[in-house]
């Protein structure tokens, strides 16, 4: 029977609940277990994919075309099981699938009520993500014990405890110690408080995580474990990490969590497995060894939330970690450039080894990203450009290159006479966009003469898309002859997916988004050799 632990936080939000799901879930799987990973969001929004990157962070996409929460890209960079829409539910989705259950007459009459019928549809959600085939069910629920939006998640989850047996549930409790400076020492109190709010809920915790600066006394893990009623053992540390992210699963294995879940799941299974953790370990020294140290400048519209480039970050560390980089990255807000000289473009740019410009939505800031893009071209720079960053490749070649100073997508100006960046023609009469993105995996041809190939290795791919617009084909022919490469379409032809300019060093726009098909373990392609390229060009300048 599959077996379920539910993660919860307390104490203050963004103690890291989707990165220790994540690193779990990887333990487990490398125990040979098979691993489903979930995320339950209490916000009322249907999904992210409306809400501002300033508030909410990165919109991760799935194959599916699921617009999620950031950390179902932990999930996907830890763990190889495969997520679905059934992966990521918030409380938009469930009040929604009830509120059309009722409409439709499902409730024969009956008065619709948080309980049962929110929670039940809750537990719905997270039975679909088990089968026969999975060992285990990760199910992370969002926001903070004590918000009055998760109260519903939170009943769902006791109830469900009931209805499979408690012995087939661990309850998980993320929380924070707080050291206090001024006394020298860690308090507990917070804890003790977070987890008497889950107790007055009819949820006792299993085991807490406990997240700190400083290392916990046994004294200290007594004490939380006795106020807790809890085993010494069920308290689990989980001290910031020193060097990298990818520390934590290490340092939770030391700390005894995989081996506490297996002895409380699997104790009589004898094909369970230690996991073999060497691909971590060697990540680490990589990420404490580097070899080179390079500079990388992300210019992009929301460089000023730290996670709303989240999935892009990681790919960077993750190439850099493969290629033995240390990597410095410039956060650049491309509204800095809008209206700034070229001569103060290049005082801000001056000594980067490598130019990314990341995806985006609106018209805000993109001068200013069309001129770092002409200042990686005409300099020399190895370029990414990412969806919008491929976009505005394109219209920097076209104006720049191919002599349409006129240049533009039809987005930002809808009455440029050169909309090298346009609608698909069947979306052109839609007056309604809103159903008009491009999500989800999709199919690319790649040219076998070209960087694209070079990286892939193979012709045929599949990459992830969250787009609307697209390179007009009517400018095709003028910008191929003025020296762009048209490195990938898709099968038919009619879609331009990637495009590179073989004169400079290393210069490649792809409409889709790599970032969000990485592993700190093998990290995508095309950062890979981005990366790769910024290390040769800062040995060749020295």
């Known amino acids: ?39 339950l969001d209490p916000y009322l929004n249907v999904d992210p994919g409306n809400m501002s990157p300033f508030q909410h962070g990165e919109v991760y996409v799935l194959d599916d075309g699921t617009e999620t929460d950031l950390d179902l890209g932990h ?11 059934y992966s990521s539910l918030t409380c938009g989705k469930i009040y929604r699938n009830v509120l059309r259950r009722e409409r439709r007459g499902k409730y024969l009459g009956k008065t ?95 085991m807490l995580i406990c997240r700190t600066e400083q290392p916990i006394s046994s004294n200290e893990r007594n004490k939380i ?22 520390e934590v699963p290490l340092a939770l294995h030391q700390n005894g969590l995989d081996r506490q879940i297996v002895n409380r799941f699997w104790k009589e299974r004898k094909d369970i497995i230690e996991p073999d953790l060497s691909a971590w370990v060697d990540i680490l020294d990589r990420v404490k060894n580097p070899q080179h140290e390079i500079t990388i400048a992300v210019v992009g519209k929301y460089v000023k939330h730290k996670d709303a480039y989240k999935s892009i ?21 491309s509204d800095d450039f809008d209206d700034a000289s070229q001569e103060g473009i290049t005082r801000s740019l001056h000594g980067v080894n490598g130019i990314l410009v990341p995806g985006g939505f609106g018209d805000r800031g993109i001068e200013g990203i069309i001129a770092a893009v002409r200042f990686a071209r005409e300099n020399n720079i190895p370029f990414l ?27 930002f100006a809808p009455d440029s006479p050169h909309p090298v960046i346009t609608l698909m023609d069947e979306q052109r009469n839609i007056t309604d966009k809103g159903g008009t993105m491009r999500l989800g995996s999709q ?100």
């Open 1 to 39: 029977m599959t077996k379920h632990i539910f993660i919860t936080g307390g104490v203050v939000s963004s103690l890291g609940k989707g990165l220790t799901a994540a690193a779990l879930g990887m333990l487990l799987e490398n125990r040979g277990l098979n691993v489903r990973m979930q995320k």
């Open 75 to 85: 999930y996907e960079r830890f763990t190889s099981g495969p997520l679905t829409k």
């Open 112 to 206: 619709v009520q948080v309980v049962p019928h929110i929670t039940n549809e809750i537990k719905r959600a997270v039975r679909r993500v088990r089968s026969s085939s999975v060992d285990v069910v990760i199910t992370e629920i969002g926001g903070t014990v004590g918000d009055i939006e998760g109260l519903p998640f939170l009943e769902a989850i006791r109830q469900f405890a009931l209805d499979v047996g408690r012995q087939n549930c661990i309850f998980i409790h993320l929380t924070l110690i707080p050291y206090m400076k001024s006394s020298n020492e860690l308090k507990t109190k917070p804890t003790q408080h977070s987890v008497s709010r889950l107790r007055q809920i009819g949820i006792q915790p299993d």
């Open 225 to 246: 474990a006795l106020y807790c009623s809890l085993r010494q053992e069920d308290v689990i540390e989980e001290k910031d990490a020193e060097f990298s992210i990818y």
């Open 313 to 333: 970050y990681e790919s960077l560390d993750h190439a850099g970690i493969k290629n033995r980089a240390k990597l410095k990255v410039l956060r650049i807000s």
């Open 385 to 411: 450009g990412i969806c919008l960053g491929m976009q505005c490749s394109v219209i920097e070649f076209a104006r720049n290159a191919a002599g349409l100073s006129d240049a533009h997508s039809s987005e």
């Open 443 to 542: 199919p690319a041809v790649l040219n076998p003469q070209s960087w694209a190939f070079e990286c892939y290795k193979q012709e045929n791919i599949t990459e992830r898309h969250r787009h609307r617009y697209e390179f007009n084909n009517d400018y095709r022919q003028r910008l191929q002859e003025s020296g762009l490469r048209i490195a990938g379409t898709s099968p038919d032809g009619k879609l331009v997916e990637i495009v590179e300019v073989p004169e400079h060093p290393w210069f490649v726009g792809v409409q889709f988004h790599p970032e969000f098909k990485t592993k700190p373990t093998c990290p995508h392609p095309l950062f890979d050799r981005f990366i790769a390229a910024a290390v040769r060009q800062k040995n060749v300048i020295g």
